[in-house]
């Protein structure tokens, strides 16, 4: 499974962007992750196939909004006022088996390459 995320910019606080994963099947949970460089990557908010079960961090609680395209093998990530917090490269991911917690990095097997989100204050 490949997975190309896509999406990132510079944008200023309050500010929204969208980010896109594409992958090349999906039949499985998908995420999002973060990391900065004073950080270790972080869960932002994952989607079961379905899209019905969503998780998301409490740092973007009633900001952020993952969603799902099966026909299209897409997840999105809806980031609305965005603060100079969020600013670190995001990764999509994939999990390859049901029933995992779907907040923990090690549940999923495949990885996009990053797209940087940068928001000033």
């Known amino acids: 499974v490949q997975l190309q995320a896509s999406g990132g910019g510079l944008v200023q606080a309050g500010a929204s962007l969208r980010l896109s994963c594409v992958a090349s099947?999906?039949?499985?949970?998908m995420a999002w992750f973060r990391q900065n460089p004073k950080k270790e990557r972080e869960f932002v908010a994952a989607?079961?196939?379905?899209?019905?079960?969503?998780h998301y961090a409490d740092s973007v609680k009633g900001r952020f909004t993952i969603s799902r395209d099966n026909a299209n093998n897409t997840a999105t990530l809806q980031m609305d006022n965005l603060v100079p917090e969020d600013t670190a490269v995001y990764y999509c991911a994939q999990a390859k088996v049901y029933g995992l917690d779907l907040t923990q990095e090690s549940s999923y097997a495949y990885w996009g390459q990053g797209t940087q989100v940068t928001v000033s204050s």
């Open positions: 099947s999906s039949k499985y949970a």
């Open positions: 989607a079961s196939w379905s899209g019905y079960t969503t």
